[in-house]
């Protein structure tokens, strides 16, 4: 006799198992058919069930977006069919600007689009991590001012009636940033050493909670870097917004712009019109890149 199949929302990855909402709000715990590990959190999925509270993932249906970091080794999901990306930073633990760089270019990627949340303005160190941040701001990011220790509503019309995922280092409050808008312990926050200047890792899978029927936030685990192995040089370089005016007018058409002669993107910033640092960030990746390319010439991209 042939199972009867349900259509379901993974709102739990982790790894192996999956959690599936089923569309009358019942969940199931869940594998993924044979030995493909392809789903992840925010995937529509037909599932079958296997015993009382269990099931098999048997299809993933097409997705309109997935977020994924890789490296020459391995690739990770992240988050599949969300509106938009909201990366948190913080004055302390000191956050990477490399880091935040790399998840805008990501999102950017990706279609997703993202926010920058400065978090933890009640520290004397917040002015001047704002001040840092301005570059982004000039390009067209939005850098959202927070406190999600003193108060969370400045967040929440961000994230109505969207799917929101939260990414970001460890120690920058996104798990109390998740406990305050679920308003329940969900996610364990982590310590913060002083000495080593970082914070601890507390997530370790990917979750979806919803806080109305058309708003759903997704925390991920705290990352310490974001892999754009997946992405070619062009690909990159068209997720730089304030390249994009100069992109296609430089003296070659294959310029990468990085050294070449007559290239626009190193022209514009020479005359301040894209941040010096925003260029440095662009041809570090890149040489990085290639040189992970020719020492894996049998990887392929996803």
Not at 256 to 269: D, K, L, S, T, W
Not at 278 to 284: E, K, M, N
Request: glycine share 8%; hydrophobic share 35%.
């Amino acid at each position: 006799m042939k199972a009867t199949v349900f259509k379901g929302l993974v709102t739990g990855d982790f790894g192996r198992d999956f959690l599936v909402e089923l569309d009358d709000g019942t969940s199931l715990t869940c594998v993924r058919k044979g030995k493909k590990q392809d789903a992840t959190c925010g995937d529509t999925v037909d599932v079958s069930i296997t015993s009382p509270g269990n099931g098999r993932i048997d299809e993933v249906h097409t997705r309109r977006n997935v977020l994924f970091r890789t490296d020459a080794f391995r690739e990770k999901t992240l988050a599949a069919n969300i509106d938009q990306a909201i990366i948190i930073v913080a004055p302390r633990p000191t956050f990477s600007e490399t880091f935040l760089s790399m998840c805008l270019v990501a999102c950017d990627g990706a279609g997703i689009a993202p926010i920058i949340m400065l978090n933890k303005k009640d520290l004397p160190e917040y002015e001047e991590a704002k001040a840092s941040l301005k570059k982004f701001e000039d390009i067209g990011y939005t850098v959202l001012p927070m406190s999600a220790k003193l108060d969370i509503e400045p967040l929440r019309p961000y994230l109505t009636g969207k799917s929101t995922l939260l990414v970001g280092q460890s120690g920058m409050g996104k798990s109390r940033t998740v406990n305050h808008l679920v308003m329940r312990d969900v996610a364990k926050e982590g310590i913060f050493s002083e000495a080593l200047d970082s914070g601890k890792h507390t997530t370790t899978y990917t979750r979806l909670y919803r806080l109305s029927p058309s708003t759903a936030i997704m925390d991920s685990p705290g990352l310490q870097s974001f892999g754009l192995f997946h992405l070619s040089d062009d690909d990159i370089a068209y997720a730089m917004p304030e390249f994009r005016p100069y992109i296609g007018t430089c003296k070659y058409g294959n310029c990468v712009h990085v050294r070449e002669p007559g290239c626009a993107v190193i022209a514009a910033a020479a005359d301040k019109k894209i941040n010096p640092t925003r260029l440095a960030f662009y041809q570090a990746l890149i040489e990085q890149q290639h040189e992970l390319r020719e020492n894996n010439p049998e990887w392929k991209r996803p």
